[in-house]
């Protein structure tokens, strides 16, 4: 969906280096979210926020960190990548709604830790 | 919480076959019911929800998908398959009035063959 975009949409970093992976929105949409996907475990939910200031912790959010910089900017940051962050990240953008809304994802962004 | 079982990690299938992609969902709540399809290099897509009604909820590109609440499943259906349906397929549950938090399935690779 071009109204969600993702950058880089690959990275190959090495072992301990810091990394930021940036999602921008055009849809005007108040919540945002961040999903890993490994094969055959599907998507998992790092970090979400329903507003600028309110960001929340997901499933698996250990190791990354997050920042809301607007409403349309959400990103992502891996303070010392490991390889088993090794993954395809997707932000997603949902509107204000009490849980039926659908969300809609970026292209991804492929990123590999050696 | 929630869980969701996707049966099925590859779904071969010729052209024109019908196909039916299993779903089945753990949760102490009652929830609202999505397919998403994602096509190779892209982001996921919303292929149909159930929200309430009727159980058989019809989606984009000639899909369905039955919810059946004593079985807790909710399994999708194409009754003639195309070359271009080759993606992987992800079912997901959201929580009733737990915002829009979105728990995936592992997802079914759906490979139509000519």
């Known amino acids: 969906d071009a109204d969600v975009t993702q950058t880089p949409r690959n990275r190959i970093t090495k072992t301990g280096k810091r990394i930021m992976l940036e999602c921008s929105q055009t849809k005007g949409h108040d919540r945002m979210y961040w999903y890993r996907q490994d094969p055959g475990l599907g998507l998992r939910l790092i970090y979400y926020s329903f507003d600028v200031k309110d960001i929340n912790k997901g499933e698996i959010s250990d190791g990354y960190s997050v920042s809301r910089q607007a409403q349309a900017k959400f990103s992502l940051s891996l303070e010392s990548a490991i390889p088993n962050q090794t993954a395809l990240y997707f932000c997603?953008?949902?509107?204000?709604?009490?849980?039926?809304?659908?969300?809609?994802f970026g292209p991804g962004t492929r990123l590999t830790v050696l | 919480a929630q869980s969701v079982t996707q049966l099925d990690s590859q779904v071969p299938v010729f052209e024109e076959a019908p196909v039916e992609l299993r779903c089945n969902y753990s949760?102490?709540?009652?929830?609202?019911l999505f397919w998403y399809v994602q096509y190779p290099n892209q982001g996921l897509q919303l292929l149909l929800k159930?929200?309430?009604?009727s159980t058989l909820v019809k989606g984009i590109n000639g899909f369905e998908a039955e919810f059946n609440k004593s079985q807790t499943s909710f399994h999708l259906r194409k009754p003639s398959v195309h070359i271009s349906d080759t993606a992987e397929y992800f079912c997901?549950?959201?929580?009733w009035g737990a915002g829009n938090m979105l728990t995936f399935g592992g997802g079914t690779r759906l490979m139509v063959k000519p």
């Open positions: 997603a953008t949902s509107a204000v709604a009490g849980g039926t809304d659908t969300q809609y």
């Open positions: 949760s102490s709540v009652s929830v609202y």
């Open positions: 159930y929200l309430s009604g």
């Open positions: 997901a549950v959201s929580p």
